[in-house]
């Protein structure tokens, strides 16, 4: 019995693309994508970055200092669905590595120094809840108190359900915020990522002297398939996306990821005057707000450690470690 044995040599198969773009569909390579600040190299579709992501992005490298990363939320309603409020935190805290759904901090950006607050749409869809707006408080009475512009990364699906009426109330706290950063005149600067919705959008989120997005970026309040829905309209075409709120009179601009960093710098130093970072005045400072809201927030900024305990967060000021407070500055001469 004869066995005729053929063997054929078969080249490897072709390394295949890691990665397909959702928008246009076209593949290309993970480390391209990544190289290309997240952002598809065919049709220019803005991923979703997580927020140390957007730091590392963003910030000039090696300048970012985290504050107040031991806030917690205390689940002061003892909120439970399917899963308690606390198993869902923990939860999204062992997927994204972060505490919770905003990281906050002093940073530079090319060249001028600035608190940053930076949301995070993956954790629990960067719901704002008790300690996002505590966070966010923090953050406007530093910059007021230390004479420092404010920039913050907005993405988030709005308020945190499993807090019901006191994540509702961070609406208020956070544009009070606002009104103490203006009071201050320290210059407020929002970048708004997709997406950015409900009670966000509709606080601080908005309030800033000047406002960008990402181009692509949805926000709204209000879903579209919810108004669809309740009016039994159609909506206009690009309802809700940046470039419609552009048109609107909503923003200010929208800019490409890849051009943040040198627009929010030029941003920074045009309200802090035009001059170039580290700005000074003869007196040895700007000129700062006259109301009593800017004096009291610079006495507060300078003593964190002595301020009340919040009743929802955890973590309060005295706990926190000395490196996750903000320095006394000196006096100016």
């Known amino acids: 019995?004869?066995?005729?044995?053929?063997?054929?040599?078969?080249?490897?198969?072709?390394?295949?693309?890691?990665?397909a773009c959702p928008s246009c569909e076209q593949l290309a390579l993970l480390a391209e994508v990544r190289a290309n600040l997240m952002v598809c190299p065919h049709c220019g579709f803005h991923l979703r970055v997580s927020a140390r992501e957007r730091i590392r992005q963003l910030v000039d490298e090696g300048t970012f200092r985290e504050l107040w990363s031991s806030v917690l939320t205390l689940d002061p309603l003892k909120f439970a669905d399917?899963?308690?409020?606390?198993?869902?935190v923990r939860e999204a805290q062992a997927k994204t590595g972060l505490n919770e759904a905003i990281v906050t901090g002093t940073a530079a950006i090319d060249g001028t120094r600035c608190v940053l607050a930076v949301m995070d749409f993956g954790f629990m869809g960067g719901?704002?809840?008790?300690?996002?707006?505590?966070?966010?408080?923090?953050?406007?009475?530093?910059?007021?108190?230390?004479?420092?512009?404010l920039v913050a990364v907005c993405t988030s699906g709005g308020a945190r359900m499993q807090e019901g009426i006191l994540s509702l109330m961070q609406m208020a706290k956070t544009s009070c915020a606002v009104d103490l950063i203006n009071e201050a005149t320290s210059p407020f600067v929002?970048?708004?990522?997709?997406?950015?919705?409900?009670?966000?959008?509709?606080?601080?989120?908005?309030?800033?002297?000047?406002?960008?997005?990402?181009?692509?970026?949805?926000?709204?309040?209000?879903?579209?398939?919810?108004?669809?829905?309740?009016?039994?309209?159609?909506?206009?075409?690009?309802?809700?996306?940046?470039e419609r709120n552009l048109q609107l009179g909503?923003?200010?601009?929208?800019?490409?990821?890849?051009?943040?960093?040198?627009?929010?710098?030029?941003?920074?130093?045009?309200?802090?005057?035009?001059?170039?970072?580290?700005?000074?005045?003869?007196?040895?400072?700007?000129?700062?707000?006259?109301?009593?809201?800017?004096?009291?927030?610079?006495?507060?900024?300078?003593?964190?450690?002595?301020?009340?305990?919040?009743?929802?967060?955890?973590?309060?000021?005295?706990?926190?470690?000395?490196?996750?407070?903000?320095?006394?500055?000196?006096?100016?001469?």
């Open 190 to 242: 929002t970048i708004l990522a997709d997406p950015c919705t409900g009670g966000v959008v509709a606080s601080f989120a908005t309030l800033a002297d000047i406002c960008i997005a990402e181009p692509g970026a949805q926000l709204y309040f209000t879903g579209p398939r919810v108004i669809a829905e309740t009016t039994r309209e159609a909506l206009p075409e690009g309802f809700g996306s940046a």
């Open 1 to 19: 019995m004869n066995v005729t044995v053929e063997i054929e040599r078969r080249d490897s198969d072709p390394v295949k693309p890691e990665w």
């Open 82 to 88: 399917l899963e308690t409020y606390p198993e869902r």
């Open 127 to 149: 719901s704002m809840g008790s300690v996002v707006g505590e966070k966010l408080w923090r953050c406007a009475e530093l910059a007021a108190g230390e004479d420092l512009p």
């Open 250 to 333: 909503h923003l200010d601009a929208v800019v490409a990821r890849k051009d943040l960093r040198a627009k929010v710098g030029n941003y920074l130093r045009l309200l802090g005057g035009g001059e170039e970072p580290d700005r000074v005045t003869a007196t040895g400072g700007r000129e700062r707000g006259t109301g009593g809201m800017a004096q009291t927030a610079l006495e507060r900024a300078k003593a964190l450690a002595a301020y009340a305990r919040r009743p929802f967060v955890g973590g309060d000021r005295e706990a926190a470690g000395a490196a996750e407070e903000p320095a006394a500055r000196e006096p100016s001469p």
